[in-house]
């Protein structure tokens, strides 16, 4: 009796068993398709770009563009790093980046711990106006009026002050160091470990990953930073790598870029896409390394409020 009823039980549920494999892998199929698609899509326009910074002067004529040039010439990046301009624009990039976001670090973990903390006493009237900031801000005119009375206007720290600490990261920051386990602060507290030593030898190694991931986000805003440079910086030599490109790809002129003069003078598209592939390497070379800590650190920071 007991076969039988094993055999009815078998003969239900190995179809079923079937049929779910099968829809799953269907349902792979379909998804890493459409993954692929939406990489060869994202890619396309990278590898054009790519290929016209390396096409040779005489292939560009022929073919006006080919996505498998058959000859490769590196003129046009030779023409732009010998001239050095990008070179320095890069440079001010780098500086304005580093600092900025290593200041921005420790304003936003000075003012984030302290909020974290349920017995200080301004904690709620300090997160008002941080929560107003999210909503309402001084306006361009005002801000540049600031700027301009500190005597800030052609110097690297109107592009790192106005900006030193972002409401929405310190808010993450924040509600990160709430999820800390209260219990290890406490013992800390009982063995007559002062505020400063709780934060530096407890709570800052416990936080990298979201550490990682506010500095990932203060470092993509500074390179990307365009529009605070075109307001407060005159200085040719002083503007970041980002005004110098969009006066690259909008000049109709690169003779402030590279020597057009010359005879084997790279077409002017390549040296525009030379000038994009440039700007985009230190990004590609960095990212990786902190890429790991982005998901952990944005979900470790919403656990607890």
Same mark, same amino acid.
């Given at each position: ?29 379909? &998804? ?10 994202? #890619? ?47 440079? *001010?990039? *780098?500086? &304005?980046?580093?600092?900025?976001? =290593? ?26 106006? $941080?929560?107003?900031?999210? #909503? !309402?801000?001084?306006? #361009? ?5 600031? $700027? ?13 002050? /106005? ?8 808010? $993450?920051?924040?509600?990160? !160091?709430?999820? #800390? /386990? ?26 990298? +990953? ?49 020597? $057009?003069?010359? =005879?084997?003078?790279? /077409? ?17 070379? *960095?990212? +990786? !390394? ?16």
């Amino acid at each position: 009796m007991a076969t039988q009823w094993q055999e009815r039980i078998d003969s239900i549920v190995k179809p079923v068993r079937v049929k779910r494999v099968r829809d799953g892998r269907f349902w792979d199929i379909g &998804v890493w398709t459409v993954l692929a698609l939406v990489t060869l899509v994202t #890619l396309a326009p990278l590898w054009y770009v790519l290929v016209i910074s390396v096409t040779p002067t005489d292939l560009w004529a022929r073919t006006n563009g080919s996505l498998f040039p058959t000859n490769i010439t590196f003129a046009a990046y030779q023409q732009l790093l010998e001239n050095g301009r990008l070179f320095r624009a890069m440079g *001010v990039s *780098v500086y &304005v980046t580093v600092v900025g976001t =290593a200041l921005s670090l420790v304003a936003t973990t000075l003012m984030a711990y302290p909020l974290a903390r349920k017995r200080f006493k301004l904690r709620r009237p300090i997160l008002l106006v $941080v929560l107003f900031t999210m #909503l !309402f801000n001084g306006g #361009l005119i005002p801000t540049y009026l600031i $700027v301009r009375d500190l005597h800030l206007l052609d110097s690297y720290w109107s592009l790192m002050l /106005p900006n030193l600490v972002s409401a929405f990261n310190l808010l $993450v920051m924040k509600a990160f !160091f709430q999820s #800390l /386990p209260d219990e290890i602060e406490e013992a800390a507290r009982i063995d007559g470990a002062s505020e400063w030593q709780i934060l530096w030898r407890i709570v800052l190694p416990l936080s990298k +990953p979201i550490i990682a991931t506010i500095g990932l986000f203060y470092a993509v805003a500074e390179w990307n930073s365009f529009f605070d440079a075109v307001l407060y910086m005159s200085d040719a030599d002083k503007q970041p790598l980002q005004v110098v490109l969009r006066s690259i790809l909008t000049s109709g002129n690169l003779s402030a870029y590279a020597d $057009v003069t010359a =005879a084997d003078t790279p /077409p002017q598209q390549s040296l525009q896409m030379a000038a994009v592939v440039i700007t985009t390497i230190p990004v590609l070379l *960095v990212y +990786p !390394f902190l890429q790991r800590y982005f998901t952990a650190g944005v979900l470790l920071g919403s656990v607890k409020d």
